[in-house]
């Protein structure tokens, strides 16, 4: 496994005037880094169908922040995989922590949209990870494994080779969150692999295991060199188009990437 995938999630930030620009930016870095770093970015549904005619000719991958599992019908509000692999995406991050705390989604809902997904070819970026009270009640990697056997549910060995797997602890996330160890990254990082093994046996060795959670200039290239961290998964500090670039540069630079 030697790509890296490296994106971003703008969450409820950019507008499409603002996605678009910084999109075009990012196209021209893209082409001054490797092919092993594989670039995502994740807008809101409205900066998806501008973004995509940018990214069209790129490697960059383009995905969608949620959707729902059916096709169509009666769910105000809701945008369905049908819809978003009209646009083109090629990825759809699930199960953020976010929709987990603000929007009640369960594992349960994740599992039918990672099933919708892959019924569409879009690749699912699931997002895992414990809160502060599971942490500190050291359940940790049981909360961990339900949440990825649940999410992952049903699925066959083919069909786990187009996932992939955001680890991000909720208590390491946005602005109040505290930046992890590298040490229990690569612990649960460590972890995570194994139960993807016991899940999927060999196929388990291959889903790329992204970490995500304040990742930022200071700690990324720890983070970035775990044995079992194939990607990062950036918020605020990737939303600043010079702040990415100096992360991709660095990468590119400090790992022979
Ligand atoms: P952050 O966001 O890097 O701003 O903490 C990470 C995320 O929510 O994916």
């Given amino acids: 496994m ?37 670039l995502f970015i994740i807008p809101s549904h409205t900066a998806l169908v501008p973004i995509k005619e940018l990214t069209t000719e790129t490697d960059m991958y383009l995905g969608a922040q949620n959707m729902h599992w059916e096709d169509s ?94 680890y991000e602890p909720v208590w390491a996330i946005g602005d109040q969150g505290v930046p992890a160890d590298a040490a229990y990254v690569a612990d649960i990082h460590h972890f995570l692999r194994s139960t993807l ?15 995500g959670g304040s990742v930022n200039q200071e700690n990324f290239l720890e983070y970035s060199k775990l044995e079992n961290v194939n990607g990062l998964f950036i918020g605020r500090a990737a939303w600043d188009i010079e702040s990415f670039q100096k992360i991709l540069y660095t990468l590119e630079a400090k790992l022979g990437v």
């Fill in 197 to 211: 093994v016991e899940l999927f046996e060999e196929v388990g060795l291959t889903i790329p295991l992204l970490y």
């Fill in 73 to 166: 019908g009666a769910y105000t509000g809701e945008i369905s995989p049908r819809m978003l692999a009209e646009i083109g995406i090629d990825l759809i991050e699930l199960g953020h922590s976010e929709r987990r705390q603000y929007f009640n989604e369960t594992d349960v809902a994740i599992n039918k949209k990672v099933h919708a997904a892959l019924n569409y070819s879009i690749k699912p970026l699931i997002c895992i990870g414990e809160n502060l009270d599971q942490k500190e009640q050291l359940i940790s990697k049981e909360t961990l494994a339900a949440q990825l056997k649940v999410c992952l549910q049903g699925l066959s060995k083919e069909m786990a080779k187009e996932i992939l797997i955001a």
């Fill in 2 to 38: 030697n790509k890296i995938w490296i994106g971003t999630n703008w969450k409820m930030t950019k507008t499409i005037a603002e996605g678009v620009a910084f999109t075009k930016e990012l196209r021209s870095i893209s082409e001054a880094i490797p092919s092993s770093i594989q």
